[in-house]
Nanobody, 125 residues
Framework: QVQLVESGGGLVQAGGSLRLSCAAS????????MAWFRQAPGKERDFVAR???????YYADSVKGRFTISRDNAKNTVYLQMNSLKPEDTAVYFC???????????????????WGQGTQVTVSS
């Protein structure tokens, strides 16, 4: 059974940092695009960042220069380093895996097949 488990969320003051982790089990995702999405109350699930199988990374404009996505294939884990956090970054953050291998993935959450349960990030002003 495939599982994605996020960790690392919490409460932080504006300007602070957090590092989210997403540990996968049940299969390896080294050949798949992995992504982070976030969802604030009453809003749609938005793309944050993705890292494709080759290591290339893509970011939403709102987080570019502040967030960094990375992966450790040996640990089957994806990370999201979040710096210079702002109150508008407050949301539940979800890890997702794109089912098709050797593909660049998309920014549409509906295209992703595997999801974690989410981790809450709250940034106070």
């Amino acid at each position: 059974q495939v599982q994605l488990v996020e960790s690392g969320g919490g409460l932080v003051q504006a300007g602070g940092s957090l590092r989210l982790s997403c540990a996968a089990s049940g299969r390896t995702f080294s050949s798949n695009t992995m992504a982070w999405f976030r969802q604030a109350p009453g809003k749609e699930r938005d793309f944050v960042a993705r890292i494709i199988w080759s290591g290339s990374t893509y970011y939403a404009d709102s987080v570019k220069g502040r967030f960094t996505i990375s992966r450790d294939n040996a640990k089957n884990t994806v990370y999201l380093q979040m710096n210079s956090l702002k109150p508008e970054d407050t949301a539940v953050y979800f890890c997702a895996a794109y089912a098709r291998t050797y593909s660049g993935g998309t920014v549409n959450y509906l295209d992703y097949s595997y999801w974690g349960q989410g981790t809450q990030v709250t940034v106070s002003s």
